[in-house]
C-alpha cells in the first residue's frame, strides 16, 4: 500500500507549528537551517509535513549534553 501524500503547509502554518514568525521560517530558509521546501510558484513556498516532522526530529534531545556532542561532532 502506497504512503498517503504528506500535507503541504504554508509558511505562515510552519511559522505557527514552529512557535516562530515567518520572518525567522524566511530566515531559517535562506540559511539552510530549516526543514526543505517546496517552490509552489514564483513568490509561493511550502513545507512538507513529513519534512517538517523529520526536521524536528533531528533536532530533539534527551538532555543537554546530548545536543552539546551532536553540535560538536
Known amino acids: 500500500m502506497a504512503d498517503k501524500p504528506s500535507r503541504i503547509l504554508t509558511e505562515q502554518q510552519f511559522a505557527e507549528r514552529a512557535n516562530s514568525s ?10 539552510g537551517e530549516g526543514p526543505p521546501f517546496v517552490r509552489l510558484g514564483p513568490r509561493k513556498i511550502g513545507y512538507r509535513e513529513a519534512d517538517i516532522e523529520a526536521w524536528v526530529a533531528a533536532r530533539t534531545y534527551a538532555h543537554r549534553a546530548a545536543e552539546m556532542v551532536r553540535t560538536a561532532a
Open 22 to 31: 515567518v520572518r525567522t521560517v524566511q530566515r531559517w530558509r535562506v540559511s
